[in-house]
């Protein structure tokens, strides 16, 4: 990759798991009156067809791992572990009742935190009540985050039988000095137990998380972790870059100095190294930062541009509605985003009062819809069009000024009505999403929001 673009190219910038991104909800104008006008319009037009997304927010861990900004309550006193399930269903019924029909679950992913910290029979009463409440489409997509440590036969055999068929495992990397640093200690052993394990449980997409960029990383350790990893060959593999944002409250990374981590330049170098070796181990590029084998249904959905992005990360298709339950998740209704109280005790207080526990929010523009479409068309297919859409791009002319310059790199191709990702350009789709994104234009943050693009 040229150094110049990477310099060029090289600025904070949002990972586009939604738009506008939180930092840019307007939140004055917000309420929760206004989230259940535009979840219940949702709902009505959506569930009956297309089901909804449920994501659920486990945010205990026994130990901090240094590199993660996910929001997370460190703990080993697992007597918290049923009082907040009991938060979380109770929370269920709250949307069940404002409803006044179940909803059909088409996706339900458990992420943290730790999801495994919890006990299998806890997360069993925590599903019982759950699919009491609901419908599960036939369809259904059932997926959870597991910690090679501590997911057991006993959690594979439970969530296997309530229809869960895949499993992501954070990986991170397999250098010893790496994981020191990242507090973050687990042989290679282990994710071979716990990979093994689910596919004997009936787990038919098993994915490994791998981060590149982390503190004391060189390129000989992404080879090293590759390699181990095709000794196992997961179904779908994350292959992120590490986001250093030790400002965020409550973020651990400070387990290591800013001269530990590896520069720009070399990160792009692990990168392109591990890309390439996925690609000759068989793995296909999708959307940003993940691959996955031909037989996942991930490739399959990349295929068919089916494939879909939201707080979730990618998923298999879309629904209009995603319901994000527990401390800090965040809901979609497409209309709309809301976020939850951040704090366990905020967050159950609210559910006890029987309160939808949301504290901020944004309510979608029609601008806002119209760009969040292309953002999403970049993240998800890596091209755009603008077919019926002429005179919005005439009346906003600095949009297509930057897509001229990012034109000029090579970084992108226009067609008639439309662009599309380069191959030089998918490690730039962030910066390419950035030239849409008119709110971070008209309004550069005053202190660093966001992790660097490269």
Not at 387 to 415: A, M, R, T, W
Request: aromatic share 10%; hydrophobic share 35%; net charge neutral.
């Amino acid at each position: 990759m040229c150094a110049s673009l990477i310099t060029k190219y090289n600025v904070a910038g949002p990972r586009y798991t939604s738009y506008p991104t939180v930092p840019y909800w307007d939140n004055d104008s917000f309420s929760l009156k206004h989230w259940k006008e535009t979840i219940m319009q949702s709902f009505k037009e959506s569930n009956e067809s297309q089901g909804i997304s449920l994501y659920i927010h486990l945010p205990f861990c026994e130990s901090l791992c240094t590199f993660c900004g996910c929001n997370k309550r460190i703990t080993k006193n697992h007597d918290v572990e049923i009082p907040y399930l009991k938060s979380v269903l109770k929370e269920l019924q709250l949307y069940i009742d404002m409803f006044e029909e179940r909803p059909i679950i088409k996706e339900l992913h458990l992420g943290g935190g730790t999801p495994t910290f919890f006990t299998p029979q806890n997360l069993q009463m925590l599903l019982e009540g759950l699919f009491r409440r609901t419908k599960k489409a036939a369809n259904a997509d059932l997926s959870f985050e597991g910690h090679p440590n501590n997911t057991t036969e006993e959690h594979l055999d439970v969530l296997a039988s309530f229809g869960f068929t895949r499993v992501s495992y954070g990986v991170q990397d397999y250098n010893e000095t790496v994981q020191k640093a990242i507090h973050r200690i687990q042989p290679f052993e282990n994710v071979k137990n716990v990979t093994k394990a689910a596919r004997n449980a009936g787990f038919t997409s098993v994915g490994h998380d791998i981060i590149f960029g982390l503190p004391f990383q060189k390129k000989e350790h992404i080879i090293h972790t590759i390699e181990r990893t095709k000794e196992l060959m997961p179904d779908r593999i994350a292959f992120y870059s590490y986001a250093h944002v030790p400002w965020l409250k409550g973020n651990g990374q400070r387990g290591f100095k800013e001269e530990n981590l590896p520069s720009a330049e070399e990160k792009r170098v692990q990168y392109e190294t591990g890309k390439r070796m996925l690609l000759e181990a068989g793995y296909v590029e999708i959307g940003m930062d993940h691959f996955a084998l031909p037989t996942d249904s991930l490739y399959k959905a990349s295929v068919s541009k089916t494939i879909h992005r939201n707080f979730m990360g990618y998923t298999d298709s879309k629904t209009q509605v995603m319901i994000g339950l527990g401390a800090s998740a965040i809901s979609d209704s497409w209309y709309g985003f809301a976020q939850n109280e951040k704090g366990v005790e905020a967050y159950q207080d609210l559910v006890e009062k029987n309160i939808i526990p949301v504290y901020r929010g944004h309510v979608l523009t029609k601008e806002d819809l119209v760009i969040r479409k292309h953002i999403l068309n970049l993240m998800c297919t890596l091209e755009t069009n603008w077919k019926h859409q002429e005179d919005y791009f005439n009346e906003l002319p600095d949009v297509l000024v930057k897509l001229k310059e990012i034109e000029k790199d090579g970084l992108i191709e226009f067609q008639k009505n439309g662009l599309t990702v380069t191959e030089k350009g998918r490690p730039f789709v962030r910066n390419i999403c950035m030239a849409f994104d008119l709110l971070l234009q008209r309004k550069q943050p005053e202190t660093r929001l966001f992790s660097m693009t490269i």
